[in-house]
Protein backbone atom coordinates (compact mmCIF):
# COMPACT_ATOMS: atom_id res chain seq x y z
CA UNK A 1 0.00 0.00 0.00
CA UNK A 2 1.63 3.55 -0.97
CA UNK A 3 -0.84 5.22 1.15
CA UNK A 4 0.44 6.52 4.21
CA UNK A 5 -1.92 5.40 7.19
CA UNK A 6 -2.52 6.98 10.73
CA UNK A 7 -2.89 4.24 13.09
CA UNK A 8 -3.74 4.71 16.98
CA UNK A 9 -2.92 1.43 18.99
CA UNK A 10 -4.49 0.80 22.31
CA UNK A 11 -1.93 -1.30 24.25
CA UNK A 12 1.75 -1.64 24.30
CA UNK A 13 2.14 -5.04 25.12
CA UNK A 14 3.74 -8.10 22.88
CA UNK A 15 1.07 -7.34 20.53
CA UNK A 16 0.98 -3.59 20.27
CA UNK A 17 4.57 -3.15 20.57
CA UNK A 18 5.53 -5.70 17.49
CA UNK A 19 2.71 -4.00 15.62
CA UNK A 20 4.16 -0.08 16.18
CA UNK A 21 7.26 -1.11 15.40
CA UNK A 22 6.08 -3.39 11.95
CA UNK A 23 3.65 -0.21 11.02
CA UNK A 24 5.93 2.68 11.67
CA UNK A 25 8.80 1.07 9.78
CA UNK A 26 6.30 0.44 6.79
CA UNK A 27 5.97 4.28 6.56
CA UNK A 28 2.53 4.87 8.62
CA UNK A 29 1.97 6.95 11.63
CA UNK A 30 1.96 5.27 14.69
CA UNK A 31 0.97 6.01 18.38
CA UNK A 32 0.62 3.83 21.01
CA UNK A 33 -1.40 4.60 24.26
CA UNK A 34 -1.03 2.56 27.01
CA UNK A 35 -2.45 2.71 31.08
CA UNK A 36 1.00 2.29 32.45
CA UNK A 37 2.51 5.41 34.21
CA UNK A 38 5.84 4.43 32.31
CA UNK A 39 7.23 1.95 29.95
CA UNK A 40 7.71 -0.99 32.95
CA UNK A 41 8.42 -4.21 32.00
CA UNK A 42 6.61 -6.48 34.00
CA UNK A 43 5.62 -10.45 34.23
CA UNK A 44 7.33 -13.58 34.70
CA UNK A 45 9.14 -15.88 31.83
CA UNK A 46 7.48 -17.36 28.94
CA UNK A 47 8.30 -19.49 26.07
CA UNK A 48 8.99 -17.61 22.52
CA UNK A 49 8.13 -20.22 19.91
CA UNK A 50 10.22 -20.54 16.17
CA UNK A 51 7.10 -18.65 14.97
CA UNK A 52 7.68 -15.84 17.79
CA UNK A 53 11.54 -15.95 17.13
CA UNK A 54 10.85 -15.57 13.27
CA UNK A 55 8.73 -12.68 13.54
CA UNK A 56 11.48 -10.58 15.72
CA UNK A 57 14.30 -11.51 13.39
CA UNK A 58 11.73 -9.91 10.50
CA UNK A 59 11.98 -7.29 12.96
CA UNK A 60 15.46 -7.28 13.11
CA UNK A 61 15.66 -7.98 17.07
CA UNK A 62 16.10 -11.50 17.41
CA UNK A 63 19.56 -11.64 18.73
CA UNK A 64 18.85 -8.86 21.18
CA UNK A 65 16.17 -11.19 22.51
CA UNK A 66 18.42 -14.19 21.84
CA UNK A 67 21.22 -12.67 23.93
CA UNK A 68 18.79 -12.39 27.22
CA UNK A 69 16.94 -15.74 27.19
CA UNK A 70 18.07 -19.21 27.12
CA UNK A 71 17.52 -21.61 24.39
CA UNK A 72 15.30 -24.58 24.58
CA UNK A 73 15.48 -28.03 23.14
CA UNK A 74 12.37 -29.88 24.48
CA UNK A 75 9.70 -29.44 26.72
CA UNK A 76 9.57 -32.44 29.42
CA UNK A 77 6.76 -33.68 31.66
CA UNK A 78 6.93 -36.29 34.49
CA UNK A 79 4.56 -37.58 36.29
CA UNK A 80 4.35 -38.47 40.08
CA UNK A 81 2.28 -41.25 39.41
CA UNK A 82 3.76 -43.50 37.24
CA UNK A 83 7.54 -41.53 37.93
CA UNK A 84 8.83 -41.07 34.78
CA UNK A 85 8.35 -38.89 31.96
CA UNK A 86 4.30 -38.21 30.36
CA UNK A 87 5.20 -35.42 27.68
CA UNK A 88 7.76 -34.53 25.89
CA UNK A 89 8.25 -32.92 22.76
CA UNK A 90 11.84 -32.15 21.14
CA UNK A 91 12.52 -28.62 19.57
CA UNK A 92 15.39 -30.68 17.40
CA UNK A 93 18.75 -29.79 17.49
CA UNK A 94 18.39 -27.01 14.89
CA UNK A 95 18.45 -23.57 16.35
CA UNK A 96 16.14 -22.07 13.88
CA UNK A 97 13.48 -24.76 15.48
CA UNK A 98 14.59 -24.17 19.18
CA UNK A 99 12.29 -22.32 21.61
CA UNK A 100 13.20 -19.43 23.67
CA UNK A 101 13.17 -19.01 27.49
CA UNK A 102 12.70 -15.77 28.21
CA UNK A 103 11.80 -12.93 30.80
CA UNK A 104 8.45 -11.03 29.57
CA UNK A 105 10.14 -7.57 30.73
CA UNK A 106 13.45 -8.51 28.21
CA UNK A 107 10.57 -9.27 25.24
CA UNK A 108 9.10 -5.99 26.21
CA UNK A 109 12.18 -3.97 25.81
CA UNK A 110 13.52 -4.69 22.45
CA UNK A 111 10.25 -4.60 21.37
CA UNK A 112 9.52 -1.41 22.96
CA UNK A 113 13.25 -0.44 21.84
CA UNK A 114 12.28 -1.05 18.10
CA UNK A 115 9.20 1.14 18.30
CA UNK A 116 11.24 3.88 19.26
CA UNK A 117 13.62 3.55 16.35
CA UNK A 118 11.14 3.08 14.22
CA UNK A 119 9.59 6.60 15.53
CA UNK A 120 6.33 5.55 16.84
CA UNK A 121 5.47 7.46 19.69
CA UNK A 122 3.80 5.73 22.90
CA UNK A 123 1.53 7.89 25.44
CA UNK A 124 1.77 6.22 28.75
CA UNK A 125 -0.92 6.93 31.61
CA UNK A 126 -3.85 6.19 28.57
CA UNK A 127 -6.66 3.87 29.85
CA UNK A 128 -8.46 3.53 26.73
CA UNK A 129 -12.11 3.23 27.74
CA UNK A 130 -13.69 2.92 24.23
CA UNK A 131 -13.80 4.17 21.05
CA UNK A 132 -15.94 7.10 19.53
CA UNK A 133 -16.11 6.34 15.99
CA UNK A 134 -11.94 6.50 14.89
CA UNK A 135 -10.67 7.91 18.37
CA UNK A 136 -10.21 6.28 21.17
CA UNK A 137 -12.13 7.23 24.44
CA UNK A 138 -9.33 7.73 27.30
CA UNK A 139 -10.29 7.44 31.21
CA UNK A 140 -11.43 11.14 31.85
CA UNK A 141 -13.25 11.69 29.03
CA UNK A 142 -10.44 12.64 26.59
CA UNK A 143 -10.46 11.93 23.12
CA UNK A 144 -7.40 11.33 20.86
CA UNK A 145 -7.13 12.13 17.31
CA UNK A 146 -8.65 10.37 14.67
CA UNK A 147 -6.81 7.41 13.36
CA UNK A 148 -7.52 5.44 9.90
CA UNK A 149 -6.76 2.64 11.88
CA UNK A 150 -7.45 1.50 15.43
CA UNK A 151 -5.77 -1.12 16.40
CA UNK A 152 -6.84 -3.14 20.43
CA UNK A 153 -3.76 -4.92 21.62
CA UNK A 154 -4.72 -4.24 25.11
CA UNK A 155 -4.81 -7.42 26.21
CA UNK A 156 -7.19 -9.99 27.92
CA UNK A 157 -8.91 -7.22 29.94
CA UNK A 158 -9.19 -5.60 26.57
CA UNK A 159 -12.31 -2.97 27.27
CA UNK A 160 -12.34 -2.73 23.22
CA UNK A 161 -13.10 -5.88 22.40
CA UNK A 162 -16.51 -7.96 22.47
CA UNK A 163 -15.23 -10.88 23.32
CA UNK A 164 -16.95 -12.94 25.89
CA UNK A 165 -14.15 -15.36 27.62
CA UNK A 166 -14.96 -18.19 29.72
CA UNK A 167 -12.78 -18.51 32.72
CA UNK A 168 -10.81 -21.53 33.37
CA UNK A 169 -10.55 -23.73 36.81
CA UNK A 170 -6.98 -23.53 36.79
CA UNK A 171 -4.15 -20.83 36.50
CA UNK A 172 -0.66 -20.63 38.52
CA UNK A 173 1.24 -18.60 40.75
CA UNK A 174 4.66 -17.42 38.63
CA UNK A 175 7.79 -16.43 40.54
CA UNK A 176 11.50 -15.11 38.80
CA UNK A 177 14.22 -16.77 41.31
CA UNK A 178 17.81 -17.11 40.62
CA UNK A 179 18.83 -20.31 38.09
CA UNK A 180 20.36 -23.34 40.32
CA UNK A 181 22.91 -25.47 38.02
CA UNK A 182 23.22 -28.92 38.38
CA UNK A 183 19.70 -29.39 39.48
CA UNK A 184 17.65 -30.04 36.43
CA UNK A 185 18.57 -29.78 32.94
CA UNK A 186 19.14 -25.99 31.93
CA UNK A 187 18.12 -26.65 28.22
CA UNK A 188 14.79 -27.70 28.54
CA UNK A 189 11.00 -25.93 30.41
CA UNK A 190 10.55 -29.27 32.81
CA UNK A 191 6.99 -29.99 34.29
CA UNK A 192 5.58 -32.09 37.08
CA UNK A 193 2.44 -33.35 37.35
CA UNK A 194 -0.08 -35.39 40.27
CA UNK A 195 -2.81 -36.17 38.04
CA UNK A 196 -3.68 -32.92 36.99
CA UNK A 197 -4.34 -30.72 39.93
CA UNK A 198 -1.26 -30.32 40.80
CA UNK A 199 1.52 -29.13 38.19
CA UNK A 200 5.36 -27.21 39.22
CA UNK A 201 7.10 -25.95 36.27
CA UNK A 202 11.34 -24.47 35.78
CA UNK A 203 11.44 -22.47 32.70
CA UNK A 204 14.93 -21.16 32.52
CA UNK A 205 15.01 -17.39 30.96
CA UNK A 206 18.72 -16.61 30.59
CA UNK A 207 19.91 -13.66 32.14
CA UNK A 208 17.72 -10.65 31.59
CA UNK A 209 19.17 -6.93 30.90
CA UNK A 210 19.74 -5.56 34.52
CA UNK A 211 20.35 -9.04 36.27
CA UNK A 212 23.96 -10.39 36.72
CA UNK A 213 23.14 -14.35 36.53
CA UNK A 214 20.84 -16.59 34.91
CA UNK A 215 17.29 -16.89 36.11
CA UNK A 216 14.25 -19.25 36.09
CA UNK A 217 10.56 -18.71 36.21
CA UNK A 218 8.90 -20.92 38.98
CA UNK A 219 5.09 -22.10 39.08
CA UNK A 220 2.64 -23.76 40.86
CA UNK A 221 -0.80 -24.42 39.42
CA UNK A 222 -3.98 -23.14 41.44
CA UNK A 223 -7.64 -23.51 41.23
CA UNK A 224 -8.41 -19.89 40.16
CA UNK A 225 -9.93 -19.14 43.45
CA UNK A 226 -7.64 -20.88 45.22
CA UNK A 227 -4.84 -17.96 45.98
CA UNK A 228 -7.17 -16.76 49.57
CA UNK A 229 -6.30 -20.18 50.84
CA UNK A 230 -2.77 -21.07 49.22
CA UNK A 231 -1.67 -17.91 51.50
CA UNK A 232 -4.27 -18.29 54.22
CA UNK A 233 -2.09 -22.07 54.81
CA UNK A 234 0.96 -20.09 54.79
CA UNK A 235 4.46 -20.53 53.35
CA UNK A 236 5.48 -23.51 55.04
CA UNK A 237 2.79 -26.01 54.07
CA UNK A 238 3.25 -25.12 50.24
CA UNK A 239 6.80 -25.45 50.65
CA UNK A 240 5.73 -28.96 52.20
CA UNK A 241 4.07 -29.74 49.25
CA UNK A 242 6.66 -28.36 46.46
CA UNK A 243 8.98 -30.50 48.20
CA UNK A 244 7.49 -33.71 48.33
CA UNK A 245 5.96 -33.31 45.21
CA UNK A 246 9.38 -32.58 43.10
CA UNK A 247 12.38 -32.94 45.56
CA UNK A 248 14.55 -32.28 42.71
CA UNK A 249 13.52 -29.00 42.01
CA UNK A 250 13.58 -28.11 45.84
CA UNK A 251 16.65 -25.52 45.58
CA UNK A 252 14.17 -23.52 42.74
CA UNK A 253 11.09 -23.53 45.84
CA UNK A 254 13.30 -22.88 48.65
CA UNK A 255 13.68 -19.12 46.97
CA UNK A 256 10.65 -18.01 47.60
CA UNK A 257 10.40 -16.05 50.85
CA UNK A 258 6.95 -14.48 51.06
CA UNK A 259 4.11 -15.81 49.43
CA UNK A 260 4.86 -12.02 47.59
CA UNK A 261 7.36 -13.32 45.91
CA UNK A 262 4.49 -15.16 43.95
CA UNK A 263 2.17 -13.47 41.60
CA UNK A 264 -1.25 -15.27 41.08
CA UNK A 265 -2.05 -15.44 37.39
CA UNK A 266 -5.68 -16.28 36.28
CA UNK A 267 -6.86 -17.24 32.57
CA UNK A 268 -9.50 -17.32 30.50
CA UNK A 269 -10.07 -18.88 27.25
CA UNK A 270 -12.25 -16.84 24.16
CA UNK A 271 -11.92 -16.20 20.76
CA UNK A 272 -13.32 -13.42 18.72
CA UNK A 273 -15.10 -14.89 15.56
CA UNK A 274 -14.55 -11.43 13.78
CA UNK A 275 -10.77 -9.76 14.98
CA UNK A 276 -11.53 -6.89 12.34
CA UNK A 277 -14.58 -4.60 12.78
CA UNK A 278 -15.47 -0.87 11.37
CA UNK A 279 -12.23 0.19 11.45
CA UNK A 280 -10.72 -1.39 14.41
CA UNK A 281 -8.42 -4.65 14.42
CA UNK A 282 -8.55 -6.73 17.94
CA UNK A 283 -5.10 -8.30 17.70
CA UNK A 284 -3.34 -10.51 20.83
CA UNK A 285 -5.34 -11.75 23.66
CA UNK A 286 -7.83 -9.03 23.04
CA UNK A 287 -8.55 -11.65 20.01
CA UNK A 288 -8.06 -14.44 21.02
CA UNK A 289 -6.88 -15.55 24.66
CA UNK A 290 -6.52 -19.19 26.11
CA UNK A 291 -4.14 -20.90 28.77
CA UNK A 292 -0.28 -21.01 28.46
CA UNK A 293 -0.36 -24.37 28.32
CA UNK A 294 0.65 -25.00 24.89
CA UNK A 295 2.79 -21.92 25.39
CA UNK A 296 1.72 -19.77 22.48
CA UNK A 297 -0.09 -16.38 23.41
CA UNK A 298 2.95 -14.03 23.04
CA UNK A 299 3.89 -16.05 19.66
CA UNK A 300 0.33 -15.64 18.30
CA UNK A 301 0.17 -12.12 19.09
CA UNK A 302 3.31 -11.57 16.88
CA UNK A 303 2.09 -13.16 14.01
CA UNK A 304 -1.16 -11.01 14.31
CA UNK A 305 1.20 -8.09 14.43
CA UNK A 306 3.26 -9.73 11.44
CA UNK A 307 0.47 -10.64 9.13
CA UNK A 308 -1.85 -6.72 9.55
CA UNK A 309 1.74 -5.09 8.24
CA UNK A 310 2.12 -7.78 5.27
CA UNK A 311 -1.36 -7.30 4.88
CA UNK A 312 -1.26 -3.44 4.71
CA UNK A 313 1.54 -3.88 2.41
CA UNK A 314 -0.19 -5.97 0.02
CA UNK A 315 -3.28 -4.54 -0.80
CA UNK A 316 -4.20 -0.89 -1.63
CA UNK A 317 -7.83 -1.27 -0.21
CA UNK A 318 -8.26 -0.54 3.35
CA UNK A 319 -11.13 -3.21 3.24
CA UNK A 320 -9.12 -5.57 1.46
CA UNK A 321 -6.13 -5.59 3.78
CA UNK A 322 -8.23 -6.07 6.58
CA UNK A 323 -9.70 -8.54 5.06
CA UNK A 324 -6.99 -10.40 3.98
CA UNK A 325 -5.14 -9.86 7.78
CA UNK A 326 -8.19 -11.65 8.95
CA UNK A 327 -8.44 -14.62 6.26
CA UNK A 328 -4.76 -15.06 6.96
CA UNK A 329 -4.54 -15.59 10.66
CA UNK A 330 -8.35 -17.09 11.18
CA UNK A 331 -7.22 -20.99 10.61
CA UNK A 332 -4.25 -20.62 12.76
CA UNK A 333 -5.96 -18.54 15.39
CA UNK A 334 -8.98 -21.32 15.69
CA UNK A 335 -6.92 -24.47 15.32
CA UNK A 336 -4.52 -23.33 18.25
CA UNK A 337 -7.19 -22.22 20.16
CA UNK A 338 -9.03 -25.49 19.67
CA UNK A 339 -6.02 -27.37 20.65
CA UNK A 340 -5.35 -25.75 23.59
CA UNK A 341 -9.14 -25.91 24.79
CA UNK A 342 -8.51 -29.94 24.28
CA UNK A 343 -4.83 -30.00 25.87
CA UNK A 344 -4.86 -27.78 29.11
CA UNK A 345 -7.33 -29.94 31.01
CA UNK A 346 -4.95 -33.35 30.90
CA UNK A 347 -2.64 -30.49 32.80
CA UNK A 348 -5.07 -28.20 34.64
CA UNK A 349 -8.17 -29.44 35.68
CA UNK A 350 -10.08 -31.78 38.86
CA UNK A 351 -10.24 -34.45 36.44
CA UNK A 352 -8.14 -37.73 37.51
CA UNK A 353 -9.69 -39.48 34.69
CA UNK A 354 -8.19 -37.13 31.93
CA UNK A 355 -4.31 -37.69 33.80
CA UNK A 356 -4.42 -41.08 33.84
CA UNK A 357 -5.67 -41.45 30.32
CA UNK A 358 -2.80 -38.61 29.60
CA UNK A 359 0.19 -40.89 31.32
CA UNK A 360 -1.49 -44.33 30.75
CA UNK A 361 -2.42 -43.98 26.93
CA UNK A 362 -1.81 -40.90 25.15
CA UNK A 363 2.04 -40.38 26.41
CA UNK A 364 2.55 -43.96 24.95
CA UNK A 365 0.87 -43.28 21.99
CA UNK A 366 2.44 -39.69 21.33
CA UNK A 367 6.19 -41.70 21.33
CA UNK A 368 4.83 -43.70 18.29
CA UNK A 369 6.00 -41.91 15.02
CA UNK A 370 4.77 -39.91 12.80
CA UNK A 371 3.49 -38.55 16.55
CA UNK A 372 6.60 -36.95 17.81
CA UNK A 373 7.29 -34.92 14.80
CA UNK A 374 3.45 -33.70 14.72
CA UNK A 375 4.21 -32.49 18.52
CA UNK A 376 7.15 -31.04 17.90
CA UNK A 377 5.36 -28.96 15.46
CA UNK A 378 2.70 -28.19 17.56
CA UNK A 379 4.65 -26.53 19.73
CA UNK A 380 6.74 -25.02 17.59
CA UNK A 381 3.33 -23.34 16.34
CA UNK A 382 3.86 -24.54 12.76
CA UNK A 383 1.37 -27.48 13.25
CA UNK A 384 -1.00 -24.94 10.68
CA UNK A 385 0.28 -22.28 8.40
CA UNK A 386 0.95 -19.31 10.68
CA UNK A 387 0.06 -16.75 8.11
CA UNK A 388 -1.51 -18.29 5.49
CA UNK A 389 -1.49 -16.92 2.07
CA UNK A 390 2.14 -15.23 2.97
CA UNK A 391 4.47 -16.53 0.40
CA UNK A 392 7.70 -19.16 0.95
CA UNK A 393 9.72 -16.76 1.67
CA UNK A 394 7.78 -15.65 4.59
CA UNK A 395 9.70 -15.73 8.09
CA UNK A 396 7.57 -18.22 9.70
CA UNK A 397 8.76 -21.24 7.91
CA UNK A 398 10.50 -22.72 10.46
C1 LIG B 1 1.59 -16.43 33.58
C2 LIG B 1 1.57 -16.40 32.10
C3 LIG B 1 2.47 -17.19 31.37
C4 LIG B 1 2.49 -17.14 29.98
N1 LIG B 1 3.36 -17.92 29.27
C5 LIG B 1 3.40 -17.83 27.92
C6 LIG B 1 4.34 -18.58 27.16
O1 LIG B 1 5.13 -19.38 27.66
N2 LIG B 1 4.37 -18.40 25.80
C7 LIG B 1 3.52 -17.53 25.20
O2 LIG B 1 3.61 -17.38 23.96
N3 LIG B 1 2.60 -16.83 25.89
C8 LIG B 1 2.51 -16.96 27.23
N4 LIG B 1 1.59 -16.26 27.93
C9 LIG B 1 0.62 -15.44 27.21
C10 LIG B 1 1.19 -14.10 26.77
O3 LIG B 1 1.79 -13.42 27.85
C11 LIG B 1 0.07 -13.27 26.18
O4 LIG B 1 -0.66 -14.04 25.26
C12 LIG B 1 0.65 -12.05 25.46
O5 LIG B 1 1.32 -11.22 26.38
C13 LIG B 1 -0.47 -11.30 24.76
O6 LIG B 1 0.06 -10.14 24.21
P1 LIG B 1 -0.88 -8.86 24.06
O7 LIG B 1 -0.05 -7.83 23.40
O8 LIG B 1 -2.16 -9.25 23.44
O9 LIG B 1 -1.23 -8.43 25.54
P2 LIG B 1 -0.28 -7.96 26.69
O10 LIG B 1 1.12 -8.38 26.45
O11 LIG B 1 -0.94 -8.39 27.96
O12 LIG B 1 -0.29 -6.38 26.60
C14 LIG B 1 -1.46 -5.63 26.84
C15 LIG B 1 -1.03 -4.17 27.10
O13 LIG B 1 -2.20 -3.39 27.11
C16 LIG B 1 -2.17 -2.51 28.21
N5 LIG B 1 -3.57 -2.23 28.56
C17 LIG B 1 -4.47 -3.08 29.13
N6 LIG B 1 -5.66 -2.48 29.26
C18 LIG B 1 -5.51 -1.23 28.75
C19 LIG B 1 -6.40 -0.13 28.59
N7 LIG B 1 -7.69 -0.20 28.97
N8 LIG B 1 -5.91 1.01 28.06
C20 LIG B 1 -4.60 1.10 27.65
N9 LIG B 1 -3.73 0.10 27.79
C21 LIG B 1 -4.18 -1.07 28.31
C22 LIG B 1 -1.39 -3.24 29.28
O14 LIG B 1 -0.81 -2.34 30.21
C23 LIG B 1 -0.36 -3.97 28.44
O15 LIG B 1 0.81 -3.17 28.27
C24 LIG B 1 1.56 -16.30 29.32
C25 LIG B 1 0.65 -15.52 30.05
C26 LIG B 1 0.67 -15.58 31.43
C27 LIG B 1 -0.32 -14.72 32.20
Known sequence: MSRKLSIGIA?????GL????????????????????A???VGSGLVLQP????VLAELGVLEKAEAQGKALTRIEGTSVQT???VLSADYGTDPAHQGLGIHRASLFSVLHDACVVQGATLTPGSTVLGRDGQRFVLEGGARTASFDILIDASGAGSRLSPMT??????????????WVPGVIAPDRLTQRYSYADRMMGVLPIGTPSGATSPKAALFWSLPSDGHPAWVAAGLDAWKFAAQTHWPEAWDFAAQIATPGDFTMARYGHGTLVQP???????IGDAAHRTSPQLGQGANMALLDASALAWALERHRDLDDALRTYALSRRWHVWGY?????????QYQSDSRALAVLRDRLLYPLSTIPPVPALLARLVRGTLLPPIAGRRRESPTRT
Not at 51 to 54: K, L, P, Q, T
Not at 165 to 178: E, F, H, I, K, M
Not at 276 to 282: A, E, L, M, S, Y
Not at 337 to 345: D, E, I
Open 51 to 54: VGRA
Open 276 to 282: VRDGIVH
Open 165 to 178: ARALPYGALWAVVD
Open 39 to 41: PAP
Open 18 to 37: AAGAFLARAGHTVELFDQFD
Open 83 to 85: TGV
Open 11 to 15: GAGIG
Open 337 to 345: QLLSAAFTP
